[in-house]
């Protein structure tokens, strides 16, 4: 028994290979939904926007590209969900880390307009400016005049257009803002100290689950209202959107199983082979 337990640990790699395979792709194959437990930085983010006084208007500051819309794509499309079901218009940025930011969330929103709310329209529920360059002064001056920094929408636009664009006219300034919410692989810590610091304006982060502990001690010290911590954080939030499982089919949903099979097999594995490796050392004691 104890020479037959010592071959775990010299498993071929290859088959761990293909059990971490058949975990991921056996989702995608099978519709399997997996209860949840939501984190309370999930919950404080949900909480906050459900609390939105009427006449504020939120800004998504949507810097993710391709590289990291594994992660991000859901944790946007829940957030674009939430505010659309309550009514509250947004206004769609991308501040310094990608041009192709704004582009990525013009997909998820025609998404969800095509697919569960036709009757939003493009400048009165949400407006999207596109991208701008400037780092933290570019921030500060969206907080001063927003008009000093977007001449035009990413549709070309003016801000003053009032027949195209009636969001932009009741949105002058950062005291028009209830919340500014950053998500990317790594959002830009400027909007803390620059922006919350100076105008004590929310802000929160949708960030890559690598990332997110650097990020942990802006909510110990309430500097952010919550965070969605990559497809974990998205599938939590669709959760709270959707208390009926059936009901949850955002990318986080979807994406939190595979990923969920796959830390499994790994878990198997490490297990296996610590198991292969006490039983070897003892056939030699």
Known sequence: ???????????????????IWVACALPFVVN???????SPETRRLYEFIEKCPPGKVVMVDSAWD???QGENWGQVEVVFEHLFRRRIPFIVTSVEITPLGPQFADKVIEKLVREKFPDRKYGVDWVNLGYTKGGWQAMQQIAKDI?????KDSRGYSLDDAEHLPLMQRVRNI????????VTYSPMEDWIPFVHGVYGTPIAFGCAGIQSTTYYRYLLSK????????VRGAAEYDALLHPDIRERNSMGTRLIVPQAFGHLVII????LGNIGYFAARRRRG
């Open 1 to 19: 028994m104890t020479d037959w337990l010592s071959r775990l640990q010299t498993i071929d790699r290859r088959w761990i290979y293909l059990s």
């Open 32 to 38: 399997i939904k997996l209860p949840v437990y939501v």
């Open 66 to 68: 391709a590289g990291s």
């Open 147 to 151: 008009r000093q920094q977007y001449k």
């Open 175 to 182: 005291e028009d803002i209830y919340l500014i919410y950053s």
């Open 223 to 230: 500097q952010l209202v919550g965070m969605l911590v990559g």
């Open 268 to 271: 198997v594995a490490v297990i």
